[in-house]
């Protein structure tokens, strides 16, 4: 039998990233692919047509249509699946309570979960809005499209990465950095987090500092005046986009002495 790509990340818990096929030398040509006039467009053309996609968004509809409170909507996987993602706050699906709570805090108030979380959750927190408008507020229809183009555009984006390691991060960090006032903001969001570090060069150990450790090591490598410099971003992107090529190429060949790298290696199809 012959495993997706998808099937075989879930199985053997190998990561899009170290299975991504492009090298350090396909890094920039793959990103000038992906931000030529209307690649994006196209993509999420073809998105739209995808039966998991679409399965999701389905079943996110249903969940939203049956909820009984914000409260339950906000702790059904249907309905996190893709709202959380669209959010900007991948990766937190297993952290429902956390997320229930931050989302319905007020994102202007500063003794609040959100607030507490970083400029992400707050972001996240005011886009949803539903601290104030409740369920009504996440289903109305227009709130419902915002939702789930965000979706189908994230979705879009974290298939790129199954061809060039990183794309996606570089991809919101184009559109994103400048959003940044201070290091903090950087290291508060988890993709402006792994660019910046990534292109610097800065070891992932550096995570287990303090926050002070980790802003002073940022700072004395990066002049934030940057992050306003469309040219000076890009190059950042590009930089991180080289680094994660040649993580994802260590971390194969680390796999290469595995003895499940053989099935792996038998298993995808390109």
Same mark, same amino acid.
């Given at each position: 039998?012959?495993?997706?790509?998808?099937?075989?990340?879930?199985?053997?818990?190998?990561?899009?990233?170290?299975?991504?096929?492009?090298?350090?030398?396909?890094?920039?040509?793959?990103?000038?692919?992906?931000?030529?006039?209307?690649?994006?467009?196209?993509?999420?053309?073809?998105?739209?047509?995808?039966?998991?996609?679409?399965?999701?968004?389905?079943?996110?509809?249903?969940?939203?249509?049956? &909820?009984?409170?914000?409260?339950?909507? #906000?702790? @059904? %996987?249907?309905?996190?699946? +893709?709202?959380?993602? !669209? =959010? /900007? *706050?991948?990766?937190?699906?297993?952290?429902?309570?956390?997320?229930?709570?931050?989302?319905?805090?007020?994102?202007?108030?500063?003794?609040?979960?959100?607030?507490?979380?970083?400029?992400?959750?707050?972001?996240?927190?005011?886009?949803?809005?539903?601290?104030?408008?409740?369920?009504?507020?996440?289903?109305?229809?227009?709130?419902?499209?915002?939702?789930?183009?965000?979706?189908?555009?994230?979705?879009?984006?974290?298939?790129?990465?199954?061809?060039?390691?990183?794309?996606?991060?570089?991809?919101?960090?184009?559109?994103?950095?400048?959003? &940044?006032?201070?290091?903090?903001?950087? #290291?508060? @969001? %988890?993709?402006?987090?792994? +660019?910046?570090?990534? !292109? =610097? /060069? *800065?070891?992932?150990?550096?995570?287990?500092?303090?926050?002070?450790?980790?802003?002073?090591?940022?700072?004395?490598?990066?002049?934030?005046?940057?992050?306003?410099?469309?040219?000076?971003?890009?190059?950042?992107?590009?930089?991180?986009?080289?680094?994660?090529?040649?993580?994802?190429?260590?971390?194969?060949?680390?796999?290469?002495?595995?003895?499940?790298?053989?099935?792996?290696?038998?298993?995808?199809?390109?």
């Amino acid at each position: 039998m012959v495993l997706s790509l998808a099937q075989v990340q879930s199985l053997f818990g190998v990561s899009a990233s170290a299975t991504a096929s492009g090298g350090a030398a396909q890094a920039i040509p793959a990103l000038r692919r992906a931000t030529a006039d209307g690649a994006e467009a196209k993509g999420i053309a073809q998105e739209k047509k995808d039966p998991v996609t679409l399965s999701a968004l389905a079943q996110f509809r249903s969940a939203l249509d049956k &909820a009984g409170s914000i409260e339950k909507a #906000l702790q @059904d %996987p249907r309905i996190l699946k +893709v709202i959380l993602p !669209a =959010l /900007g *706050l991948a990766g937190q699906e297993g952290n429902a309570g956390m997320v229930r709570r931050a989302l319905l805090s007020d994102p202007s108030d500063e003794k609040g979960l959100a607030a507490a979380l970083g400029s992400t959750w707050q972001a996240a927190a005011e886009t949803l809005g539903v601290y104030r408008t409740g369920l009504d507020g996440l289903r109305d229809p227009a709130m419902v499209d915002r939702l789930t183009n965000a979706y189908l555009k994230y979705q879009y984006r974290s298939g790129l990465d199954d061809q060039q390691a990183g794309l996606s991060d570089a991809l919101f960090f184009l559109e994103s950095a400048k959003t &940044a006032s201070d290091v903090y903001d950087v #290291l508060g @969001d %988890p993709v402006l987090r792994r +660019v910046v570090t990534g !292109a =610097l /060069g *800065l070891p992932d150990q550096i995570a287990i500092q303090s926050v002070e450790a980790q802003g002073r090591a940022v700072s004395s490598r990066l002049k934030f005046d940057s992050l306003q410099d469309g040219r000076a971003v890009r190059k950042l992107a590009e930089r991180y986009l080289i680094a994660a090529a040649d993580k994802a190429a260590a971390a194969s060949a680390a796999q290469s002495t595995d003895p499940m790298a053989s099935i792996i290696a038998l298993s995808i199809k390109a």
